[in-house]
């Protein structure tokens, strides 16, 4: 804690939350870039040739999270539906249909 004169006064844990870790972060890469110089070129060639892969992955998880939505929200019709209602339904759709003994 520091003095009332400082003008800044904590009486919580005062982390740093994202811009800390976000901070630290970018001091360890800056540190590993200096220990190891092959590293920084390796991971701007790493980025560059997975670029063109994450550009084609983009529709594929669009349409996988389209999928996902859609079946989502059916599954909670289906359960906003009660099983009596879909029965009721079910059996008088039948009863209109022709029957090919019948006909």
């Not at 359960?79 to 059996?91: C, G, I, N």
């Amino acid at each position: 804690m520091t003095t009332e004169r400082d003008g800044y006064l904590s009486d919580h844990d005062d982390t740093g939350g994202f811009w800390g870790v976000l901070a630290g972060s970018g001091v360890f890469l800056t540190q590993a870039f200096v220990l190891l110089p092959g590293l920084l070129p390796t991971l701007l060639l790493a980025g560059v040739l997975a670029a063109p892969l994450l550009v084609l992955a983009i529709p594929l998880l669009l349409g996988w999270g389209l999928l996902t939505l859609a079946r989502t929200v059916a599954r909670v019709i289906a359960r906003a539906v009660p099983r009596s209602d879909r029965a009721m339904a079910r059996t008088d759709s039948a009863a209109c249909a022709p029957d090919a003994a019948h006909v």
